[in-house]
């Protein structure tokens, strides 16, 4: 368990600094295709644009991911039932009560934020909340205070900026390549630097999009071992697993950036599950529970 914290703070670190590299190969790119003769000006610009983002993932990724699912905190008082078994929990893993929030959604899903155990945050759909049995959403919510433990919030966090912004960019660099009108000579004698963007384009999606699905399918084995581990019965979290996942309905503000955040495919459908989505299939995970 140790081993793994530790090395997803070391993966957390790299994740920015070949965030930080990408969005500065970008902005090369750009620069050289479209004979800006302010080089210096634009690197510059670039470094001061990766570290703003990177920033930005680090401290505030988790307010943003709170925003896109819909999130509202609540307090003991307003919610006593979850709020004291997140807490109560939370004393069992040795962590600090995070902050609870609860996304007004029919759809049972879950899912936990922030960028270390004092700045955690976990999120339940009322769904979940009315959908499971005690025992069963237990197992989520030790689920969830695993990825808080292991790290594992840190680095889907700072995926979920790194996938956003990869794919902004390399949408603005192909536009750009395509649409800006120049010159025959300039054209030929940036064909190089045009190949060079295109590529760059085209497989800076892809790449983060990969990083994405090997991080979060790893961490959801791992956090259900470690959620049974705390609770010491794994057929919650299995049960849990399987009313979630025999659900259709999608969550109402289920975005691509931020599924590997969730317990479950936020989109309510798991027929690509093996190929493309950010989660493993329910019945692998379930299995793996229950031969605990």
Known sequence: MYNQISSNKLKSYLLMLLFFLVIIGIVWAWSLYFGENSGYTTLIFAVILATVMNLISFFAGDSIALGIAGAKPINKEAN???????ENLSITAGLPTPKVYIIN????????TGRDPKHASIALTTGIIEGLEN?????VIAHELSHVKNYDIRLMMIVIVCVGIIALMADWLTRSL?????DSDNRNNNAVFMIIGLVLA?????????????????REYLADASGALLTRY?????RALEKI???KQALKHANKATAHLYIANPFGSEKMANLFSTHPPAASRITALRSM
């Open 80 to 86: 006593a039932y979850v709020y004291r078994m997140v």
């Open 105 to 112: 959604d029919s759809a049972m899903n879950a899912f936990a």
């Open 135 to 139: 025992e069963e959403l237990e197992g």
């Open 178 to 182: 395509f649409w800006r009108n120049r």
């Open 202 to 218: 085209i497989l800076s999606p892809l790449f983060a999009k990969l990083i994405q699905l090997a991080i979060s399918r790893k």
């Open 234 to 238: 794994p057929e919650g979290l299995a």
């Open 245 to 247: 996942s025999s659900q």
